[in-house]
């Protein structure tokens, strides 16, 4: 029998679509030791980790808490507490992840009526209006940061035109929280789930929910019970709430983990950190672009954490990625769906989203495009983004 050696991957730059690499004091955070997971220091943690919560997602829902378990996690606690068999829900889908809300809102039994636009781009409140004059559901989900196209939504008004028709907003911020601005309160947003492995700079495996008093008073008045024990609200609350009723044994060095990461976001500042993303964003988009690469999202609504490219005419998605990989243990995302074969996902995510990512990745690229027979100007991607941030600076 073979002995297996002592674990040691090979180094990785992690610019894809997610995870990202974590932030060191995140990760220095998780090797504090154990508590229990009733400890009464351990359940002021949780506290805090609440409080940080809230914080960052901009809101005062006292039901604020990350759900044990990845981002596709706080997708179905949101859908599967608010919907019953037969409740109508539409679900505005523009990527593979509004998509995948159709296909879980469907296995609640409710009655899902999809609003589609081309993958890539965004909706307007007209259309929304439209569909929820006409259907009146219970629920309204749409994906603020589309992590397959790169598109970005905008929610500002959603809310109150939800909350006009009765209808409860339900949105994913996987890709935005810690990113962009995450607005809950203003915005009038009914339910939110997000994960830790994106903005908030930490290892995936939570997935950090926001419930409004409006939807709390939806999931009292439900007539059936959830379908999943585990992911059951009228439980969970118990847990985090006031009367720590036992549910499950959390995980410890996660909480650990997101803590840490929340509140080196609370340290930079919201403000701060939105618009360090969006600096570095630009400046991979001047390389980018010098390099003759297009985004497949309309200029507009261009995710500056997720940079969605079309790959380079006679360049081959798998052997690009693989070079980036072998070569320079870089990792960046193909394209889903629509796009598979078609686009690059690029991330600048939380701790990676600085200027040296940038630099370094874009000369990576160029070799690995030069490789590959791609026609560019030597030295335009790092000359260009180089030329934005000096501009920055003057």
Same mark, same amino acid.
């Given at each position: 029998?073979?002995?297996?050696?002592?674990?040691?991957?090979?180094?990785?730059?992690?610019?894809?679509?997610?995870? !990202?690499?974590? #932030?060191?004091?995140?990760? +220095?955070?998780?090797?504090? %030791? @154990?508590? *229990?997971?009733?400890?009464?220091?351990?359940?002021?943690?949780?506290?805090?980790?609440?409080?940080?919560?809230?914080?960052?997602?901009?809101?005062?829902?006292?039901?604020?808490?990350?759900?044990?378990?990845?981002?596709?996690?706080?997708?179905?606690?949101?859908?599967?507490?608010?919907?019953?068999?037969?409740?109508?829900?539409?679900?505005?889908?523009?990527?593979?992840?509004?998509?995948?809300?159709?296909?879980?809102?469907?296995?609640?039994?409710?009655?899902?009526?999809?609003?589609?636009?081309?993958?890539?781009?965004?909706?307007?409140?007209?259309?929304?209006?439209?569909?929820?004059?006409?259907?009146?559901?219970?629920?309204? !989900?749409?994906? #603020?940061?589309?992590?397959? +196209?790169?598109?970005?939504? %905008? @929610?500002? *008004?959603?809310?109150?035109?939800?909350?006009?028709?009765g209808t409860l907003l339900v949105i994913d911020t996987v890709t935005s929280l810690g990113c962009v601005p995450v607005c809950l309160d203003a915005w009038q947003v009914d339910a939110a789930y997000s994960c830790s492995q994106k903005g908030l700079g930490c290892p995936p495996g939570l997935a950090p929910v926001s419930f409004?008093?409006?939807?709390?008073?939806?999931?009292?008045?439900?007539?059936?019970?959830?379908?999943?024990?585990?992911?059951?609200?009228?439980?969970?609350?118990?847990?985090?709430?006031?009367?720590?009723?036992?549910?499950?044994?959390?995980?410890?060095?996660?909480?650990?983990?997101?803590?840490?990461?929340?509140?080196?976001?609370?340290?930079?500042?919201?403000?701060?950190?939105?618009?360090?993303?969006?600096?570095?964003?630009?400046?991979?988009?001047?390389?980018?672009?010098?390099?003759?690469?297009?985004?497949?999202?309309?200029?507009?609504?261009?995710?500056?954490?997720?940079?969605?490219?079309?790959?380079?005419?006679?360049?081959?998605?798998?052997?690009?990625?693989?070079?980036?990989?072998?070569?320079?243990?870089?990792?960046?995302?193909?394209?889903?769906?629509?796009?598979?074969?078609?686009?690059?996902?690029?991330?600048?995510?939380?701790?990676?989203?600085?200027?040296?990512?940038?630099?370094?990745?874009?000369?990576?690229?160029?070799?690995?495009?030069?490789?590959?027979?791609?026609?560019?100007?030597?030295?335009?991607?790092?000359?260009?983004?180089?030329?934005?941030?000096?501009?920055?600076?003057?």
């Open positions: 029998m073979s002995t297996i050696g002592q674990l040691n991957p090979s180094p990785r730059l992690l610019l894809g679509p997610g995870p !990202s690499d974590a #932030h060191p004091r995140v990760l +220095t955070a998780m090797t504090t %030791p @154990l508590l *229990g997971h009733l400890d009464p220091q351990f359940l002021q943690i949780m506290d805090e980790t609440q409080d940080l919560l809230r914080a960052t997602f901009q809101t005062s829902n006292r039901l604020t808490f990350p759900i044990s378990a990845t981002g596709m996690a706080g997708m179905e606690t949101c859908l599967v507490n608010l919907l019953e068999p037969g409740d109508r829900i539409v679900v505005c889908a523009k990527g593979f992840f509004g998509q995948r809300m159709i296909e879980v809102a469907g296995r609640t039994g409710a009655d899902v009526t999809a609003l589609q636009r081309p993958w890539g781009e965004v909706f307007d409140l007209n259309q929304i209006r439209e569909v929820l004059a006409t259907v009146r559901p219970k629920v309204l !989900s749409i994906v #603020h940061a589309e992590t397959s +196209t790169g598109a970005w939504q %905008p @929610l500002e *008004g959603l809310g109150a035109l939800c909350h006009e028709f409004s008093d409006r939807a709390l008073e939806a999931m009292r008045a439900r007539k059936t019970r959830v379908q999943s024990w585990y992911l059951d609200l009228a439980i969970l609350e118990k847990y985090w709430g006031p009367e720590r009723l036992y549910h499950h044994t959390a995980p410890i060095t996660m909480i650990y983990a997101l803590r840490e990461g929340l509140r080196i976001v609370q340290e930079e500042g919201l403000d701060t950190r939105w618009a360090r993303h969006m600096r570095n964003h630009l400046a991979l988009k001047a390389g980018l672009t010098a390099l003759g690469m297009r985004y497949t999202a309309a200029e507009g609504n261009q995710l500056p954490q997720l940079n969605a490219v079309r790959i380079p005419e006679g360049v081959d998605d798998l052997a690009g990625r693989k070079l980036l990989l072998d070569e320079f243990g870089i990792e960046v995302g193909g394209g889903l769906g629509e796009f598979k074969g078609k686009a690059w996902r690029i991330g600048l995510m939380g701790y990676n989203s600085r200027p040296g990512v940038v630099l370094h990745f874009l000369g990576a690229l160029e070799q690995c495009l030069q490789r590959l027979g791609a026609s560019l100007t030597p030295g335009a991607g790092v000359a260009a983004a180089n030329a934005f941030y000096r501009g920055q600076a003057s």
